[in-house]
């Protein structure tokens, strides 16, 4: 999910080299949101691990 985000964001930043203000907002966001989402997985992930424990194997 973190390669989704990167993907948008570098195309976001080409996009605004070249000028296409549009394309350049809308990847921008994209790859915002996308990397929102992974943040939250990432804090729920390692929660969840924390509240696991690691003795039971």
Request: proline share 0%; charged share 5%.
């Amino acid at each position: 999910m973190l390669g989704w985000a990167l993907t948008f964001l570098v195309i976001a930043i080409v996009a605004g080299i070249f000028g296409f203000g549009g394309i350049a907002a809308a990847s921008a966001g994209i790859a915002q949101i996308i990397f929102y989402v992974f943040i939250v997985l990432l804090v729920v992930s390692l929660i969840g691990y924390l509240l696991k424990g690691r003795g039971n194997i």
